[in-house]
């Protein structure tokens, strides 16, 4: 506990002319001896600053470690004597004495107020008097803190200005915001000193607007002051937002075909809670009630066809207002194709035949427009595509083939043919000639044969 001193000379009065500042250390290495009129050596009161909060207990102690029998006093800071040794002079029940020796003068001042505040003076009667100042420091304690203009329920968008005050701080306290556990940084602070001129009123405000996120947010304003012992004061208030709804649909089936099932779900979030949706088929009433069945908030079509295709669409309000949003549906064909049969030419009696089958199978799509993924066909059996790369050579091997030896064969007959008419009717001068020369030539013709290999 580190002590200080202050020494002059006064009456008994408690009267103190000049002395050193009230937080000079006292050193005990450094002090020699005193010798006062009666010789008495190293007399000097030890005190120590007090802090207290308003309406606690504060404890005044003065120490001599040293004393020959010396009276010691303690003194207001309106100069009134408060105790003389073991005898109370001023009439205040509030102050009690705690001890009182040679070597030590306690006091307790109980219910402390602001008033108390100041600089009391401990006396040590030797010649001169020695005296040792002790600064009593009160905390003015910051009322608990209130928030004003609040309203509930607010109208998504609207803003609010949210004012947290308190009063009667000493010195003035700090003022913080937080919502949901989050500080708020953006606020505006003012500070104004009370009436007493020694205490302070503190506000800040929070302006923002109200957003459906905000909607069950814990909004807290926090009072920090050393006076409460890292305690802070809290106030709160829980923000309620209406907002109109928000709609989604959520399909069960992103691919969809002829003859299967579809569930379309009408997901819709608002504050008040949305009434029933709504379902609606290009602008009007659902056409098939007995394959189209309304459950609550889901569409359930059986057995899908063509005619089912169109632009669905689920509203859904609530006393803020309405909101709504569409699904395309696309049904499509059960997807089966078979490629052609394939007859090679031949001067060969075989005919090659061959028919490969593709089935397509359903795949997943992740918006409500029937566009496939790529990546959906991952894990799934698809067409042997090696086989069918095996087929595909045969066939085109036996077709080059096929087309080779027919054009052998053509070329083979290929040669000029003369008619009976037109032997012998090169050289005649005139046709009568031609025709008797042809008749000449029939009668070689059984000699001139050909054979072709």
Not at 71 to 90: G, H, I, M, R, V
Not at 212 to 221: K, L
Request: with cysteine; proline share 5%.
């Amino acid at each position: 506990m580190d002590w200080h001193l202050t020494e002059g000379m006064g009456g008994m009065n408690g009267d103190c002319p000049a002395h050193s500042s009230p937080e000079q250390w006292l050193d005990l290495s450094e002090v020699g001896a005193v010798t006062d009129g009666e010789g008495s050596q190293g007399q000097f009161p030890l005190t120590q600053n007090v802090t207290v909060v308003e309406g606690g207990t504060a404890n005044l102690t003065c120490r001599v470690d040293q004393n020959d029998n010396t009276s010691l006093q303690w003194s207001n800071p309106a100069q009134q004597t408060l105790y003389f040794d073991d005898k109370k002079a001023l009439r205040d029940n509030r102050i009690e004495l705690v001890r009182a020796s040679w070597h030590e003068l306690s006091i307790s001042v109980s219910d402390v107020s602001l008033s108390d505040e100041g600089q009391y003076t401990c006396s040590l009667f030797t010649m001169p008097v020695k005296t040792s100042k002790a600064f009593l420091t009160v905390l003015g304690v910051p009322e608990k803190p209130q928030i004003t203009g609040f309203t509930s329920p607010v109208m998504e968008g609207e803003r609010m200005q949210l004012t947290c005050k308190t009063s009667g701080s000493k010195p003035a306290a700090d003022i913080r915001w937080f919502k949901n556990d989050k500080e708020v940084k953006d606020v505006k602070y003012l500070k104004e000193e009370d009436a007493n001129r020694k205490t302070f009123t503190v506000s800040s405000t929070l302006d923002f607007l109200a957003d459906r996120n905000d909607d069950g947010a814990v909004v807290s304003c926090r009072v920090d002051h050393e006076s409460l012992n890292a305690t802070p004061q809290i106030a709160m208030q829980v923000l309620e937002i209406h907002y109109t709804p928000l709609v989604k649909i959520i399909s069960s089936n992103s691919w969809p075909e002829e003859g299967q099932s579809i569930i379309l779900t009408c997901e819709s979030k608002g504050k008040p809670v949305p009434e029933p949706v709504l379902w609606t088929k290009d602008g009007g009433e659902l056409p098939d009630p007995e394959r189209m069945v309304v459950n609550g908030r889901v569409l359930s079509i059986s057995f899908l066809n063509k005619t089912d295709n169109g632009t669905y669409r689920c509203e859904a309000k609530n006393p803020i207002g309405r909101n709504s949003t569409e699904y395309v549906l696309i049904v499509h064909d059960v997807f089966n194709t078979l490629l052609p049969t394939t007859v090679i030419p031949s001067l060969t009696t075989a005919t090659v035949t061959t028919t490969v089958a593709l089935t397509a199978s359903t795949t997943t799509s992740a918006t409500a427009i029937s566009t496939r993924d790529p990546n959906a066909l991952a894990g799934q059996t698809g067409p042997d595509h090696a086989l069918i790369g095996g087929i595909v050579a045969v066939v085109v091997f036996v077709t080059l083939c096929s087309i080779i030896l027919l054009g052998r064969y053509l070329a083979r007959h290929k040669g000029t043919y003369l008619t009976n008419e037109a032997k012998g009717a090169e050289d005649a001068p005139d046709a009568d000639t031609a025709i008797i020369n042809a008749e000449g030539s029939q009668v070689n013709a059984e000699e001139k044969k050909e054979y072709f290999i």
